[in-house]
């Protein structure tokens, strides 16, 4: 059984779908086929090396099948290189394989694949069409939905890109057996966040799967018909959440405090940035970061959004169930506050933390609201929870 998600957007001609399900990679030319126009006969295929031995072969031939020429750019494994340089490699790709308007481009990957690709494609030739097959957690129920692309800079992590949709995103939960247990966790970490500030439907499905299936063990449960059912289900929700933030809010205005404005999307960003930039973005995943921004975050909400202790208690204990974060104890609580600045730097005016009002209930808090004797009780006590469970 598949799951389809629409996603219509004012600033998309025409409506777009995820399609989710199991074994789908074998008839993707089928799909890429029925996502474009008719005049659309190369296709550039991106990915990285690891993940084109995985699955490419796989893409190429269905894609080769149906009529398509396939064109292979591998770009190098790794957020280092989502960057200026793997850019220009690319469109000089594109043009030295003499891409037309008509033609298209597929990422085949995480979000570092899914992110350049779809920046390149905005700009090349003023845009060309592009199809996302995401292969990590994180990119299906996050990065691959939005339309937002890009690459890191010197000026800083994703400053530089466009908002580029897609034409249509193929989601193969059968790519997930590979993926390590640690990109495992990021993209679960990502999840709970979302169920968080969405509502208590979406945060207990995500609990209950992975009461259900641990990360630790994913691999095992692929044989079963019922967890794939529950997990295209689980990201199906997951998807359909994020596609209506995106669809009300599509290019994060800033003016815009509602929540269910595309800010929201942030809770347990501020402490996650901070820890990736206090530790030069070598020691987390993202995804596993924002796990310990959500409980920073659970705790400031508790203290000063009045999130009630029974509603923190199921936020730790998902969170818990998403598999172990990385050691992060000793890393001083004023280093972490220091990193604020940045992420202010970022949005270009004052900081703002997402808090929890409710379980689904986000709310929007000036970082002048809360003094930083919350922050540092609030960092302490998940510090502490942590050492003594
Ligand atoms: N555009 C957006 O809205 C948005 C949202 C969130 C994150 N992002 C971006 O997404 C990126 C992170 O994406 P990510 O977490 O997918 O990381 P990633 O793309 O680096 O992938 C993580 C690792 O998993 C490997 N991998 C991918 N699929 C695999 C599979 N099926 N089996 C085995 N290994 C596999 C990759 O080779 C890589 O080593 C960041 O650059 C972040 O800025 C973008
Ligand atoms: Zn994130």
Redesign the pocket.
């Known amino acids: 059984m598949n799951e389809t998600v629409k996603v219509a957007l004012k600033s998309h001609p025409h409506q777009y779908e995820i399609k989710i399900g199991n074994n789908l990679l074998a008839d993707s030319g089928v799909w890429a086929k029925s996502c474009l126009a008719n005049s659309a006969k190369k296709i550039v295929v991106i990915s990285?090396p690891?993940?084109f031995s995985?699955?490419g072969e796989k893409v190429a031939e269905s894609l080769k099948n149906q009529g398509f020429e396939v064109l292979i750019h591998k770009i190098g494994?790794?957020?280092k290189y989502?960057n200026l340089r793997t850019l220009e490699k690319t469109l000089d790709f594109f043009s030295r394989h003499q891409l037309k308007r008509s033609d298209a481009v597929i990422a085949l990957?995480?979000?570092?694949?899914?992110?350049l690709t779809?920046f390149a494609s905005s700009i090349y030739l003023r845009g060309i069409s592009f199809l996302q097959i995401?292969?990590?957690?994180?990119?299906m129920i996050?990065?691959?939905?939005?339309?937002?692309?890009?690459v890191?800079s010197n000026f800083g992590?994703?400053l530089i890109g466009t908002f580029h949709q897609p034409n249509g995103v193929l989601i193969d939960v059968d790519?997930?057996?590979?993926?390590?247990r640690r990109?495992l966790t990021?993209?679960f970490c990502?999840a709970v966040k979302q169920g968080a500030i969405a509502n208590p439907n979406l945060f207990n499905q995500t609990s209950d799967f992975l009461k259900k299936y641990s990360p630790n063990h994913f691999k095992k449960y692929f044989f079963s018909n019922l967890f794939l059912t529950d997990l295209q289900k689980l990201i199906a929700s997951q998807v359909a959440f994020k596609a209506e933030i995106v669809k009300g809010d599509e290019r994060e205005n800033l003016e815009k405090s509602g929540n269910r404005s595309r800010k929201i999307l942030n809770f347990g960003h501020t402490v996650g940035h901070a820890l990736e930039k206090v530790t030069n973005y070598k020691y987390f995943?993202?995804?596993e970061a924002v796990g310990i921004g959500i409980l920073v975050a659970g705790e400031i909400s508790k203290r000063v959004a009045n999130l009630v202790q029974n509603e923190l208690n199921l936020l730790n204990d998902v969170v818990k169930l998403t598999g172990s974060l990385p050691n992060w104890q000793n890393i001083e609580t004023k280093n972490i506050i220091e990193a604020f600045e940045f992420d202010k730097k970022n949005v270009g005016d004052s900081l703002q933390w997402i808090l929890l009002e409710k379980i689904g209930q986000p709310i929007i808090y000036p970082n002048s609201k809360i003094p930083d004797s919350v922050i540092i009780e609030s960092i302490s006590a998940v510090v502490k929870k942590s050492t003594c469970p």
Do not use: F, I
């Open positions: 990285n690891k993940v995985l699955y494994d790794g957020e989502k990957g995480g979000g570092v694949v899914g992110d779809g995401p292969t990590t957690l994180l990119s996050d990065s691959s939905v939005g339309g937002k692309t890009g890191n992590k994703n790519t997930l057996k590979t993926l390590p990109e990021a993209g990502e995943k993202h995804g």
